[in-house]
Each structure stands twice: as C-alpha cells, then as structure tokens.
T-cell receptor, first 113, second 108 residues
Framework: DTAVSQTPKYLVTQMGNDKSIKCEQNLGHDTMYWYKQDSKKFLKIMFSYNNKELIINETVPNRFSPKSPDKAHLNLHINSLELGDSAVYFC????????????FGQGTRLTVV | GQNIDQPTEMTATEGAIVQINCTYQTSGFNGLFWYQQHAGEAPTFLSYNVLDGLEEKGRFSSFLSRSKGYSYLLLKELQMKDSASYLCAAGGNYQLIWGAGTKLIIKP
C-alpha cells in the first residue's frame, strides 16, 4: 500500500564505503526525485528523472549516481562516502513534473562515521 | 537569483490562529506549495496556489500574491498535533525552490 517506499530507513557506514539507497513508487507517476535534507533542514534537489530520463542534475559530487531501471524505481548509489554526506535523503515522486504535488518516501538517515 | 524566505521558528497557543509568511524570488514562477513536516518524518502536501487569492481547506488556508512574491499559510484552531515544520516551495522553470521551513511550536 505504501506509495513511495525507500530502503533502508537508517544507514550507518564508515568513510570511504560505497552504499546504495533504493526507491520505488507504485503511484504510476512520471517523475521521481532525490532530495537531501541537511541538519539545517534545507531540502535540496539532487536529481530528477522523468520517465527514466535525467532532467535535473544539480551540482552534486559525481560520487552520487542515480539509476532508474524503470519509471517506478530510482536508486541512489554513493561512492567513497564522506563525513559531509551525513544527512537525510528523501525520494519523492510526482504525477507530471515539479509543479504537481510530490509524494515523499519515509527518508533514509545516512550517518557516515 | 532564486530565493525563498520564511521565519525560522514561531510559537503559538493551542486554539489560536497563526500565520506563516513566505517570500520568494524565482526564475519563472508556476505556483507555490506548502508542505508540513513532522520531526523525523517526510514532508506531506498541504496546498498549492497558482492564482492570486486565498484557498481554504478546513483549518488551513493559503494565500498568494504573485505581484508581491508573497504567500502565507494560515492555521486556525491550532491543535498540539500541528507542531511541525512548514515548508514553502516555489515552482520555477524546471524545479521547486524550497525554503528552510518554519518550525511551529504549539503551547497548551
């Protein structure tokens, strides 16, 4: 029944490791997003995909690589994790584009130690 | 440049009314969203204004003035469960520009 689900909810890992966060939506939406919310609570867009195609790629390190195998999935892979990557990462989807209501996943709290 | 401003924190009393303001500057403007985010949870949609004026939805109303780059969220009959952060987001040409959120504290 969950509309947008992402796993894992918590992720604690050491610096230098590679990790992935998975996201799936069952709403039939065309657009999916990855957001980063830091300790100051700013929500920053990282990537946006529309029908499996990348449409927004904000200035994020290329250690972050999104992968969209189909329009219902948008996974985030992070190489060589750094302390500054610690944040909450939210996956979201919207029916058409960023000017339609976004539905968010529960978030993944990433802690790099 | 693109920018969204909203107060960092507000305090109100249970049963009262509170107005959370948001000013924005974006490259192109399509509409203004308000989202609610409880601590440790994901943001959830509250409202979307495209045209000038007030949109009412139960205890919550949202106002937009496109000419002034200004919006507010009005919460009536405050309940303790309304304690949360309220995020303003402006739809630009390609993406949403988000504010940092206003943390609303409700006191009994």
């Amino acid at each position: 029944d969950t509309a947008v689900s992402q796993t894992p909810k918590y992720l604690v890992t050491q610096m230098g490791n590679d990790k992935s966060i998975k996201c799936e939506q069952n709403l039939g939406h065309d657009t999916m997003y990855w957001y980063k919310q830091d300790s100051k609570k700013f929500l920053k867009i990282m990537f946006s995909y529309n029908n499996k195609e990348l449409i927004i790629n904000e200035t994020v390190p290329n250690r972050f690589s999104p992968k969209s195998p189909d329009k219902a999935h948008l996974n985030l892979h992070i190489n060589s994790l750094e302390l500054g990557d610690s944040a909450v990462y939210f996956c979201a989807s919207s029916l058409l584009d960023s000017n339609t209501e976004a539905f968010f996943g529960q978030g993944t709290r990433l802690t790099v130690v | 440049g693109q920018n969204i401003d909203q107060p960092t924190e507000m305090t109100a009393t249970e049963g009262a009314i509170v107005q959370i303001n948001c000013t924005y500057q974006t490259s192109g403007f399509n509409g203004l969203f308000w989202y609610q985010q409880h601590a440790g949870e994901a943001p959830t949609f509250l409202s979307y204004n495209v045209l000038d004026g007030l949109e009412e939805k139960g205890r919550f109303s949202s106002f937009l003035s496109r000419s002034k780059g200004y919006s507010y969220l009005l919460l009536k009959e405050l309940q303790m469960k309304d304690s949360a952060s309220y995020l303003c987001a402006a739809g630009g040409n390609y993406q949403l520009i988000w504010g940092a959120g206003t943390k609303l504290i409700i006191k009994p």
